[in-house]
């Protein structure tokens, strides 16, 4: 089975709002999703009105870049399923109270897709800094208590319209722990920045 890129994923969004006649939407992105977002922003300017990413590796730094490296490699092995729970394990907090939920979503995904979202996050890495560049709309970036994916001072330089929230409490997946922080959030942002 062939998995898609980050530029195609974009490219469905846009058509599904063609198909759908939806004008100016306000895109939003967790983790990955983020990565399609900006993509989106990028290629097809003329689409969101604005695009908000929850813990997304937009600009990945240095050490979280190894980091997901040593997961790939991880999960290309026999033993993917220890890289799976040690992947899973560094993106919750002890605290988060849907890490089973998390855990059985996780596994029930093939070893094949593990590896190709990987692939795709790795191989649009590399045009990052110049489809973050390309973003001229407004942005909201939600960093979790996990740990932070993306390089947000540079994001910040190229990007000075970024607004950056944070959240307190949870782990990767904030949006199924604290989800009235995140919605707070992206409300107040869109009150204050989007053009809609």
Not at 21 to 42: F, K, N, R, W
Not at 180 to 190: G, K, L, P, R
Request: aromatic share 10%.
């Amino acid at each position: 089975m062939k998995y898609g890129t980050i530029a195609q994923y974009a490219d469905d969004i846009a058509y599904l709002c063609r198909q759908l006649e939806i004008t100016s939407p306000i895109i939003i992105g967790h983790s990955m999703g983020g990565m399609v977002a900006v993509e989106l922003a990028a290629k097809h300017a003329m689409l969101p009105t604005a695009i908000v990413l929850i813990s997304s590796g937009v600009l990945f730094p240095k050490a979280a870049l190894e980091d997901e490296e040593k997961v790939l490699r991880g999960l290309r092995s026999v033993t993917y399923h220890t890289a799976i729970q040690a992947l899973i394990d560094h993106i919750c907090l002890p605290s988060d109270r849907f890490k089973s939920h998390v855990e059985r979503t996780f596994f029930a995904i093939p070893q094949e897709q593990w590896v190709a979202h990987f692939e795709a996050m790795f191989a649009w890495d590399k045009v990052a800094r110049e489809r973050v560049s390309a973003c001229k709309l407004p942005i909201l970036y939600i960093e979790d208590n996990g740990g932070c994916y993306s390089d947000l001072p540079l994001f910040s330089s190229l990007c000075p319209q970024l607004v950056i929230g944070k959240t307190v409490g949870s782990g990767h997946f904030a949006t199924l722990e604290v989800p009235e922080q995140v919605n707070s959030m992206i409300e107040d942002f869109i009150k204050a920045y989007s053009k809609t």
